[in-house]
């Protein structure tokens, strides 16, 4: 949590319960006086809480623009496809996350690795639900950054196993080496001191790294690279969508990192303009580099580089000045643009660009974080920590996630058959198709049947 | 000659198609380009004496297998060759299920050959196609490589949708997604089948349920 400045409006803030209190005694008649279970504390948590609830819901709002952003990417034949597997991230997650998660992140961490109390939370004071309520999105964000990644193609039981895995396991693990030990203990990456105030490396790098072990268990598209090796460019269906997906994750955002602080403090002034400025700043910085590679300003990555400007902001936002924000955005947009370029020359097909985005996005900021801590600037010491922290995150996320899919595929195979993709998606795994009316010519898939 | 009479009884009765092969003349040139526009040319003549308009491509790309049927003894890399198999002269479609199988891989080989021109050879098409088509049942797939290799003159057997007929549809979309990338081949797939289904040709417009 960043320290808390006395500034006037944190006295505002500050004085607020007070002066509440003070409105509801004078209101009150002699029947009705102030409970007196009300105290100034009583208060500020009750505040804390409405603000985390609110943070919470905007990040459960990024499932949506998730949706979007996807799901326009995507063929029309696939839309129904995307979203409903973002939708039950979400959903299977929440259980999940309910479950195991909590208490593998968050649990009693006697030895740094693992959190070992705190599952399927039941009967605790009224003040730990919040947490895990809001710690519950978070984990639905880390896993649904793989979706994007392997659609069109991926069999939709077989992806709800591995993100149930995510966000039961791989995400929550990691999470607990740098943020664990809300009941006791703490995390081997939090006690070297390593910075990531909202997740930079523990949901976004995660994420992209089981996005990469994803990519490479389920090959690409049918037909998305010619024989000779050349990538033909599979245009989404809706770049409209894929806007207003961009937009929303981008307001998302603000409660992802504001709410970070767990607190409604002043702090998140700051944070909050440091997001935005990571953000815009990362679409400038793919921007330019498209420019600087000679390649066409394309919407998709321009959008892509600001998702990376958020992205890499997360871990810092709370310790740097608005200027190193920019520029950790900057130089975030503008490496997911070489990073899409590098996984298309690999053969590897990224949809919607989750790896350039999450992965580099997410490294570059967690190292950004320690470069440029306001407190502490281009400390080498806490740049080695954080670079161990960013190779902690890829030795687990990414090994576990091979894993993981190579065991899924021995069950279910993670490939979509050729009928289906031939079919669409939506129709081969859901029965439904995405936009009727104008698919009522679609010949790629049978006659659907009641 | 002899090939060109074997390509055209699919078409034609026997004397309508020897004297409809008569017409055919080897361009002088041996160059393959030269080869094609003599072929297209003839093609059209013949759809227009013999009624059969509308079939151009189809007769074109019959004739060019079964000319390069006759050049060659064994396919290669094709895992259902057998070891000697006559091709009959005239064997008439067994089943409209053929018919439309037939009639549907020729016009995606149609749009293939147009839109992969440089890369595009029949046999190269061929060997695709059957490398594509492994999840077609065996004897159903022996006999679709027969036809492909032009050892028979048209598709036997039964193509039931949503089994054999579907996979080899499957197969060819598959390798038309690989030729011509998937947003082109999503698009001639729609062209072709809204073509079948808006035919006169009963055995074409049930397209739909092999899909």
Known sequence: ?450 | MEAVTWALTAYLEPPQARQAAALWQRPASTDASSVLVGLSRYCRQIAQQFDLQGREAELHLRIIRALQAQSRAQPPNDPFARQAVDAPVSSPLESSSATLMQRFLLAIEQHVAQEARPLYSPQRWRQSLIQDGRKVPPVAMQQACDWLWGRTSALHGDWPARGAGTRLINAAYVTMAEWLGPVRADACFTQIVREFEQSRDPALTNIRSYL
Request: glycine letters at 12%.
């Open chain 1, 1 to 450: 949590m960043p320290p808390i400045s006395s500034t006037p409006l944190d006295l505002f803030f500050r004085s607020f319960p007070r002066l509440m209190l003070v409105l509801c005694a004078m209101a009150g008649t002699g029947a009705q006086a102030a409970d007196p279970g009300l105290t100034l504390q009583s208060l500020k948590e009750a505040t804390d809480m409405v603000w985390v609830i609110a943070a919470g819901a905007l990040v459960f709002f990024m499932q949506a623009g998730f949706a979007f952003l996807e799901s326009g990417m995507a063929r029309a034949k696939n839309t129904v496809n995307v979203i409903m597997k973002n939708y039950c991230d979400m959903c299977f997650g929440a259980v999940a996350y309910w479950l195991i998660g909590y208490g593998l992140m968050f649990g009693a961490n006697a030895s740094g690795w693992l959190g070992t109390s705190g599952f399927a939370l039941h009967r605790v004071p009224e003040s730990q639900y919040g947490s895990l309520f809001f710690q519950m999105m978070f984990a639905a964000t880390s896993a649904t950054i793989v979706s994007g990644a392997i659609a069109e193609r991926t069999r939709f039981s077989a992806y709800i196993v591995g993100s149930v895995f995510i966000t039961a396991i791989i995400y929550p693990v990691f999470g607990s080496w740098a943020w664990g030990g809300l009941y006791g203990g703490e995390g081997w990456l939090k006690k070297l001191g390593f910075i990531d105030f909202a997740g930079s490396s523990v949901v976004h790098a995660v994420g992209g790294w089981a996005a990469l072990a994803a990519l490479i268990s389920v090959g690409p598209r049918l037909g998305r690279f010619a024989p000779d090796g050349q990538a033909r460019h599979i245009q989404g269906h809706n770049l409209t969508l894929v806007a207003m997906g961009a937009f929303i994750l981008w307001i998302g955002w603000f409660g992802f990192n504001a709410g970070s602080t767990g607190a409604a403090a002043v702090g998140i002034g700051k944070i909050a303009l440091n997001t935005h400025m990571g953000g815009a700043a990362g679409a400038l910085g793919a921007m330019a580099m498209l420019v600087l590679m000679r390649r066409k300003v394309l919407m998709t990555s321009t959008l892509n580089g600001s998702i990376a400007g958020l992205v890499g902001i997360t871990a810092g936002c709370h310790v740097m000045e608005p200027a190193f924000a920019l520029l950790t955005g900057a130089v975030a947009g503008a490496l997911s643009v070489i990073a899409a370029e590098t996984l298309v020359a690999m053969k590897i097909d990224d949809v919607v660009g989750a790896v350039s985005v999450h992965v580099v996005g997410g490294v570059w900021g967690t190292l950004a974080a320690g470069l440029f801590n306001a407190d502490d600037m281009f400390n080498p010491a806490q740049l080695g920590v954080q670079a161990l922290g960013c190779l902690a995150a890829f030795v687990w996320a990414f090994g576990a996630s091979m894993l993981m899919y190579w065991l899924i595929n021995k069950v279910v195979p993670l490939r979509a058959s050729t009928l289906d993709e031939q079919r669409g998606l939506d129709f081969s795994e859901h029965h439904e198709v995405g936009y009727p009316e104008f698919q009522a010519d679609a010949v790629h898939r049978g006659v659907q049947r009641a």
